[in-house]
């Protein structure tokens, strides 16, 4: 399988712990982003990496949230100290403008709850 | 600040039906327009829009953007149940004020699309 793969697919947690969710985007592709999406509501943006530099985070990262791309490859986002507020489904996507014009491609997700 | 409308929020259909989605934007640095389908899991691309009044097709499916009047329509003719999910309408667009960069897609609320045999 070729596309964007992440793990685990699944993730329940006691608030208060840390988590960590891994994506590993379409090879080649230089952009990743990460979005974040709560029943009933479209994919709402978190931040996004151009190889292994992390360019724009949005508002809703607070300073629990960290992601990381080392080396340009697979992406890192940690949540620590976990809320129950955090429990959503968490979407890697990846391009490669200009070639495929943006279309970015999403990743199956990683579903959070915390209990 | 950038928003992105869909209507209706949710539609009920029989197989056979002919069925319109819209999608409605305000957004700043506008540089794209997607459709997604989303089946209980990962969105799965199904057209990219970038110039107004030129259809785009697949199959059943086709899209057109008005870029005058900032929206865009999604069509699905003979409507089958496998079309049954809900259906994404993301804008690309700028990461924020201060940013150069674009790449940032505004998501819908999205289109609840229920066929019954």
């Known amino acids: 399988d070729t596309g964007v793969s992440q793990n685990p697919r699944h993730k329940i947690t006691k608030r208060g712990q840390n988590v960590t969710f891994r994506c590993d985007p379409i090879?080649?592709?230089?952009?990743l982003y990460w979005y974040r999406q709560t029943l009933g509501q479209g994919p709402e943006f978190l931040t996004y990496?151009?190889?292994?530099?992390?360019?724009?985070k949005s508002r809703l990262l607070s300073d629990r949230f960290s992601a990381e791309r080392p080396k340009g490859s697979f992406s890192t986002l940690e949540i620590q100290r976990t809320e129950q507020g955090d429990s959503a489904m968490y979407l890697c996507?990846?391009?490669?403008?200009?070639?495929?014009?943006?279309?970015?491609?999403f990743g199956p997700g990683t579903r959070l709850t915390v209990l | 600040e950038d928003k992105v409308v869909q209507s209706p929020l949710s539609l009920v259909v029989h197989e056979g039906d002919t069925v319109t989605l819209n999608c409605s934007y305000e957004?700043?640095?506008?540089?794209?327009l997607l459709w997604y389908k989303q089946e209980k899991k990962a969105p799965t691309f199904l057209f990219m829009l970038?110039?107004?009044?030129i259809e785009k097709k697949s199959g059943r499916l086709s899209s057109i953007l008005d870029k005058k009047e900032l929206f865009s329509i999604l069509n699905i003719t003979a409507t089958q149940t496998g079309d049954s999910a809900v259906y994404l309408c993301?804008?690309?667009?700028?990461f924020g004020p201060g940013s150069s960069n674009t790449g940032k897609l505004i998501f819908g609320q999205g289109t609840t699309l229920q066929v019954k045999p």
């Open positions: 090879s080649e592709h230089n952009r």
């Open positions: 996507a990846s391009s490669f403008p200009p070639r495929q014009g943006n279309e970015q491609f």
């Open positions: 993301a804008v690309e667009a700028r």
């Open positions: 970038t110039s107004s009044g």
């Open positions: 957004v700043t640095n506008f540089r794209s």
């Open positions: 990496f151009q190889n292994e530099a992390q360019l724009e």
